[in-house]
């Protein structure tokens, strides 16, 4: 495990963008995408072609988040959060700290204790679906525990993946830079 955060240089075009989320999309990945006027909630299906232009969205799964913005003539900037080591094709955000002959990683991430939280991801918590802190209710996966109180009170024991969060931090400064979402696989 290496943490690693980084950015495309140039803006994407919309079958660029779509080509790199196949290309990082694992089994379970999930999609929360925003337009001017709704929210998709957290769904399993990647974006298409008609779902473009949108604001901003991203995709997440246990090992990454990608993060895309709409910047102009349908391009979108990205950015890159994970675990899984560098990507050449990605700029990084930061480089390795180097101080008196010591090399030092630019990022760590927390949780780091893989057996307290094998899957480097703190516990993340979903809406009640009569919460009125939205005007309409959120959608969440059937396929994806979203941890609600009432469940864990039942302690009913599930194999789906449950949401979670991770903090990247920046080694030189100890601030936590982003937070992405991921999940913890059974």
Not at 106 to 119: C, G, L, T, V, Y
Request: aromatic share 12%.
């Amino acid at each position: 495990m290496k943490p690693f955060v980084g950015y495309k240089k140039e803006p994407l075009s919309v079958s660029q963008l779509l080509e790199l989320i196949a290309q990082l999309a694992i089994e379970p990945s999930y999609y929360f995408l925003r337009w001017t006027y709704k929210v998709s909630g957290i769904v399993e299906q990647p974006p298409t072609n008609i779902d473009f232009p949108m604001i901003e969205g991203q995709m997440f799964n246990h090992e990454c988040e990608l993060r895309w913005k709409h910047k102009r003539q349908n391009t979108y900037e990205v950015l890159l959060l994970t675990i899984a080591d560098k990507h050449d094709d990605f700029t990084p955000v930061k480089e390795t700290i180097k101080k008196a002959g010591d090399e030092k990683e630019a990022w760590r991430i927390e949780p780091n204790n893989p057996q307290i939280f094998p899957s480097y991801g703190y516990p993340a918590y979903g809406y009640r679906p009569d919460t009125t802190r939205f005007p309409k209710k959120l959608i969440f996966p059937d396929s994806l525990d979203i941890r609600l109180k009432e469940e864990e009170i039942k302690e009913e024991k599930n194999n789906k993946p449950k949401l979670a969060q991770r903090y990247f931090i920046d080694n030189e400064t100890s601030t936590v830079q982003f937070v992405a979402l991921t999940v913890e696989v059974a």
